[in-house]
């Protein structure tokens, strides 16, 4: 009985001896995890054609969706409803907050309703990141109503992307 009682006593000192190691190792890897898409949509595979998109629900004009490219070659599609007439702005970001990186470049292509493609970018944005500004491209002003599908892929179809973030805004 004594043994039983010891041990059991012993427990809970185990327990916190190695709480503060736990704490620490979480504390330490949340400092190098840390992303944008904590917060975000992140992607449902599959979700390598338009049939499969992920559905981004946009708040305040905006939306934010995470992927990840892999294998090399793979497609993401992500879905976005417009309610109205909207000029559009998509580009990927890195999920990390760093500038995008030149030897990984991002291509986006924006598919209508009918899904037919109104128009790509290839690593165009900053560092190899791929951006369409509806701003300065007529093709993404004024959309009418429906639904719009969004595909990302590495431009070369040969490298995997652990983590990307794809900003979508309307205008």
């Known amino acids: 009985m004594s043994i039983t009682v010891l041990r059991w006593s012993l ?3 185990m327990m ?3 709480l503060p190691a736990l704490a620490a190792d979480a504390l330490f890897r949340s400092s190098f995890e840390s992303s944008i898409c904590d917060d975000a949509f992140p992607e449902a595979e599959p979700n390598d054609t338009a049939a499969t998109a992920t559905s981004v629900v946009l708040s305040n004009s905006t939306g934010l969706a995470c992927g990840s490219i892999s294998p090399a070659g793979d497609f993401d599609y992500f879905e976005i409803s417009l309610s109205a007439s909207q000029t559009l702005l998509v580009e990927t970001i890195r999920a990390d907050g760093t500038p995008c990186d030149a030897s990984i470049p991002m291509s986006l292509v924006v598919y209508g309703p009918s899904l037919n493609a109104i128009d ?3 690593n165009g944005g900053i560092g190899g990141c791929a951006s369409l500004d509806g701003l300065t491209l007529p093709s993404l002003q004024g959309l009418p109503a429906g639904n719009y599908y969004i595909r990302v892929q590495q431009s070369d179809d040969n490298l995997v992307v ?3 973030a794809l900003r979508i805004m309307l205008l």
């Open 11 to 13: 427990l809970p000192l």
């Open 16 to 18: 916190l001896a190695t």
């Open 120 to 122: 790509t970018d290839n």
């Open 162 to 164: 652990p983590l990307y």
